[in-house]
């Protein structure tokens, strides 16, 4: 089964910045490749939201819109991590994030992830004003 260390979350004022990482094992039917890797996030009362992804062989991206321009996703595919670095943040952004696998093929056609197949326990963001 596909599990993931997350770190990287924390405290952080307004318009400060914080890298989230993601180190993915247990790859054993499927690999690295066959899925899109990226973050959702949740926040006390509202809808889980996908934030971004990449896609485990060719580097495709999908970003929400809200973090556009903002927010940048990479991964190490020999290392088999991916990374969130995440600027001018806003207390907006505050949420728990937690790292997740889709379908590769979801994000290869620009579709937005709403379910996963996996997903780690999650980090905790809080941007203060």
């Known amino acids: 089964e596909v599990q993931f260390v997350e770190s990287g979350g924390g405290l952080v004022q307004a318009g400060g910045s914080l890298r989230l990482s993601c180190a993915a094992s247990g790859f054993t039917r499927f690999t690295f490749e066959d899925y899109g890797i990226g973050w959702f996030r949740q926040a006390p009362g509202k809808e889980r939201e996908a934030v971004a992804f990449i896609s485990g062989g060719d580097g495709v991206t999908y970003y929400a819109d809200s973090v556009k321009g903002r927010f940048s996703i990479s991964s190490d595919t020999a290392k088999k991590t991916v990374y969130l670095q995440m600027n001018s943040l806003n207390p907006g952004d505050t949420a728990v994030y937690f790292c997740?696998?889709?379908?590769?093929?979801?994000?290869?056609?620009?579709?937005?992830?709403?379910?996963?197949?996996?997903r780690g326990q999650g980090t905790q963001v809080t941007v203060s004003s």
């Open positions: 997740a696998a889709v379908p590769v093929l979801m994000i290869q056609a620009g579709f937005r992830p709403r379910n996963y197949d996996y």
